[in-house]
T-cell receptor
Framework: DAKTTQPNSMESNEEEPVHLPCNHS???????IHWYRQLPSQGPEYVIH???SNVNNRMASLAIAEDRKSSTLILHRATLRDAAVYYC????????????FGKGTKLSVKP | GAVVSQHPSRVICKSGTSVKIECRSL??????MFWYRQFPKQSLMLMAT?????????EQGVEKDKFLINHASLTLSTLTVTSAHPEDSSFYIC???????????FGPGTRLTVL
């Protein structure tokens, strides 16, 4: 599985946008970019995933670089409940590959 | 999103006993289920992958005789920690996915403490 690199931690103010970066320079053509987040003492929660085009859902937006070597998860208005560890993970489509978690980015949100 | 449940949410047991953790996909048929383990302040580590009706595939370094996985139906997988020891104390998280689906859903986790 191709590797991803994320900052260890980031801080944000409540109600401001947050841009969480992820580098994946060794991504293969069939790898999807998945984002999950984990709140303290809970299982991970699916956030969003994409292949080439930018993606939007009710939780977040995913901006994927044209060369696909990096991506950014965008939380449009951070709330205190968004404080979590965010994981950027590469996985093949369908049944190809497993979700292998790295260290992720710990996001703190200040009121 | 889809719902995955785990039971129990928390268990404390004595060293040497066995503990069974259940994982259920409540609103979809999970052809593949996964078991992860997470130690404090660390990331999730994949222990094994199981397809319904087949034997589980264990990751390197995970003892299959110690961590018994059963995936007998499309909605239920169980993890049994046999002869548990204090070093097995951890947060165990299951996950489920439909065949060919991209999205994987996670349970809330089970906190195991072995005394």
């Amino acid at each position: 599985d191709a590797k991803t690199t994320q900052p260890n931690s980031m801080e944000s103010n409540e109600e401001e946008p947050v841009h969480l970066p992820c580098n994946h320079s060794t991504i293969s053509g069939t790898d999807y970019i998945h984002w999950y987040r984990q709140l303290p003492s809970q299982g991970p929660e699916y956030v969003i995933h994409g292949l080439t085009s930018n993606v939007n859902n009710r939780m977040a937006s995913l901006a994927i670089a044209e060369d696909r070597k990096s991506s950014t998860l965008i939380l449009h208005r951070a709330t205190l409940r968004d404080a979590a560890v965010y994981y950027c993970i590469l996985r093949g489509m369908g049944s190809q590959g497993n979700l292998i978690f790295g260290k992720g980015t710990k996001l703190s949100v200040k009121p | 999103g889809a719902v995955v449940s785990q039971h129990p949410s928390r268990v404390i047991c004595k060293s040497g006993t066995s503990v069974k953790i259940e994982c259920r996909s409540l609103d979809f048929q999970a052809t593949t289920m996964f078991w992860y383990r997470q130690f404090p302040k660390q990331s999730l580590m994949l222990m094994a992958t199981s397809n319904e009706g087949s034997k589980a595939t264990y990751e390197q370094g995970v003892e299959k005789d110690k961590f018994l996985i059963n995936h007998a139906s499309l909605t239920l997988s169980t993890l049994t920690v046999t002869s548990a020891h204090p070093e097995d104390s951890s947060f165990y998280i299951c996950s489920a996915r439909r065949l060919t689906a991209d999205t994987q859903y996670f349970g809330p986790g089970t906190r195991l403490t072995v005394l």
